[in-house]
């Protein structure tokens, strides 16, 4: 899934770059038929299974050791296979470590490339021609840890953790050792912290080469909209990066290019003043301050629940990517399913589009993606997008506190030459005069960033209270607070919303999530049920109509076999001369039935509302003109009894 905060734009072209593994056994070498040099006739790429990835592993060392292999031009004794993954492009990536006679060569490795086909694409080729050494070592592995601790650190007695050690290949300035590649710890979240890294010869115990292997500091930078910032950088060689080993984030940024990353670094733990700079220091601001918000807030472990999803690796490390200064006069950001993306803005339009607000918006879609996976169009994709304007807000909220800025999306980069305005206004939401802020039936043709309205008020009626602000509805909410309000919709999202879920299914949700927090007798969970009665989606807590009384009538029945359907009052329906109707099913927990409000015209039915979710309780909703209209409950599958209440 994509998701723009402003409109669609191409998909970006990248170089796939995967991250290293555990070690498996290298695989047996034999012909394959198809792939590499003629490619197989259709995709065999893209489930990731334990048989796609041990195809992609074969074909690899095809090209490992084939005709033109780079291991055999090289003299390298044996590949060990340390990762094989899959992307979203539908390519496979094999890495391979370089060993000679079993110890592995340090920085020896290399990546195969396939296509979706299994053709060649390319290898990444840092292979080490004409290793040779004696592999068998004369000093044992805790003489090694001593030296390097007590010649060249100062003793034991100054580490807080025990050393490490493994066996390596070395080739350093031109000579290849056998050493042991000892790490070293002292940390205490002091000054004076250090993690050295000694490579000490394995044959004679002299010391190779030595690095300081702790690689974080804190950096800082000026920004657009935050003023001087300080953060978490890590830093090699004597550079700085925006990057972040300890929760594996980086920027990157494409220097008003479409196709090129590049690292975003600086010779000291002060980052400049350039324009690119600024929007690269203020991206990954923004990324550290979502990814911190999701797991002290959420537990959320990362974008997709796992630490990730990696976009780049690079310096040894995975990292959940942002790219920024994409293209020229750029007014748009997105995520594109693997990583964020950042416009510069045009500086009418918009000025760079790296806030709080927007950054934590579209990261959120990447939530999204990975929990409830609403669909990007119609009522779902208002729902989508109206989730990542939550999560946006709430972002902001963390860092800067709430204000009347909290309710308004985009504030910061917004038409830079306009004082006060913004994208969206989730407490006023056509006060852009675009966006919807009640619900018709006709909402689903809308565009999602307008019908995001509707959800995005009852979010804000949810967290402050008050009624409509323009007087759509009377219905009076009692607000529960943003942190409240932030936990229902985040469990809805996780845990009780399909990739189908409308807004009256998002309401069900809500309430689902509301009851598992607070109970279904509590203030949050009636604050609920009047935030969407606001919108005109459901029933007030007081079990009055959304924006005009009804009459609600409850039947009950039987559905006794599967694909079955069962109406209410009878087939032939009832007369209605009420705008707005609503209707509730609760069914058996072990069936799934379905609910729809249907309408007659001559002699059809068609069918105006409609809730499907998983399980056997739903609600719709449907402003419409008056007619003959009857309630269905359907049994997508399964037995049982039924009570549906209708207010018309």
């Not at 734009?9 to 070690?23: D, E, K, M, R």
């Not at 090289?74 to 340390?82: E, I, N, P, Q």
């Not at 400049?272 to 923004?286: D, H, R």
């Amino acid at each position: 899934m994509r998701s723009g905060l402003l409109l669609a734009s191409s998909l970006l072209s990248l170089a796939a770059l995967v991250s290293c593994g555990t070690s498996t056994d290298p695989v047996a070498q034999g012909p394959v038929a198809g792939g590499v040099d003629g490619s197989f006739d259709e995709p065999v790429f893209g489930a990731g299974t334990a048989e796609e990835l041990e195809l992609a592993e074969n074909l690899s060392y095809e090209v490992l050791y084939g005709p033109t292999s780079p291991a055999l031009a090289k003299g390298v004794d044996a590949l060990r296979t340390t990762r094989v993954k899959l992307d979203d492009l539908g390519m496979a990536h094999t890495r391979v470590q370089q060993l000679l006679n079993g110890v592995p060569v340090f920085g020896g490795e290399a990546i195969v490339h396939l296509d979706e086909r299994g053709k060649l694409f390319g290898v990444t080729d840092d292979l080490i021609a004409n290793v040779q050494v004696n592999t068998t070592p004369d000093l044992t592995m805790e003489e090694a840890m001593e030296i390097a601790a007590e010649e060249h650190f100062g003793g034991e007695g100054l580490l807080t953790a025990d050393p490490e050690a493994s066996l390596w290949v070395l080739r350093h300035e031109g000579e290849d050792h056998l050493v042991w590649r000892v790490q070293l710890r002292r940390t205490m979240g002091q000054v004076g912290d250090t993690m050295p890294l000694f490579f000490i010869d394995a044959h004679s115990g002299d010391l190779v080469w030595s690095y300081e292997n702790l690689q974080s500091a804190t950096c800082s930078g000026s920004t657009n909209y935050y003023g001087t910032i300080s953060f978490e950088c890590y830093t090699t060689g004597g550079s700085y990066y925006t990057e972040d080993a300890t929760q594996l984030l980086a920027t990157f940024s494409y220097n008003n290019t479409t196709s090129s990353l590049s690292y975003v670094s600086s010779t000291s733990t002060t980052f400049g003043t350039t324009q690119l700079t600024k929007n690269a220091v203020e991206a990954y601001y923004v990324l550290q301050k979502t990814n911190s918000y999701f797991e002290n807030v959420h537990g959320r472990n990362g974008i997709d629940g796992a630490g990730g999803p990696a976009a780049i690796t690079t310096h040894g490390y995975n990292f959940v990517t942002a790219a920024t200064s994409y293209s020229r006069n750029y007014v748009n950001a997105y995520w594109d399913g693997t990583m964020m993306v950042y416009g510069d803005g045009d500086g009418v339009n918009a000025s760079s589009l790296t806030s709080l607000d927007i950054g934590g918006h579209e990261l959120a879609h990447g939530v999204t993606e990975y929990e409830a996976n609403l669909t990007y169009s119609g009522e779902p994709g208002h729902l989508n997008e109206a989730t990542s304007d939550v999560f946006g807000a709430m972002v902001e909220r963390s860092v800067l506190g709430e204000s009347a800025d909290t309710w308004l999306v985009g504030e910061d980069a917004w038409t830079p030459g306009t004082s006060g305005d913004a994208l969206r206004y989730m407490n006023d939401p056509a006060d852009d005069g675009y966006s919807y802020d009640y619900y018709t039936s006709s909402i689903g043709s809308v565009d999602v960033h307008y019908g995001s309205g509707v959800p995005n008020l009852v979010f804000y009626l949810l967290a402050k209270g008050g009624t409509h602000p323009r007087g759509k509805s009377t219905v009076s909410v009692t607000g529960i607070g943003a942190d409240d309000a932030a936990d229902i919709w985040y469990l809805a999202l996780t845990t009780y919303m399909t990739s189908s879920t409308n807004f009256s299914g998002a309401r069900t949700a809500m309430l689902s999530a509301a009851t598992a927090l607070y109970g279904a007798s509590s203030t949050q969970y009636a604050a609920v049920q009047d935030a969407w009665a606001a919108v005109g989606v459901g029933t007030s807590s007081s079990g009055g109509g959304s924006s005009s009384s009804c009459t609600s009538t409850t039947y009950t029945g039987t559905l006794s076999k599967s694909r079955s359907s069962a109406y209410a009052p009878s087939s032939s329906g009832s007369s209605v001369t009420g705008t707005s109707q609503t209707a509730t099913l609760s069914g058996p927990s072990s069936a799934d039935f379905d609910l729809y409000l249907e309408k007659k015209s001559g002699s059809r039915w068609s069918s105006v509302a409609s809730s499907t979710n998983s399980g056997s309780t739903e609600s719709l909703s449907y402003t419409g003109t008056s007619g003959t209209y009857r309630v269905r409950v359907y049994s997508y599958s399964g037995t049982g009894s039924f009570s549906t209440t209708w207010c018309r």
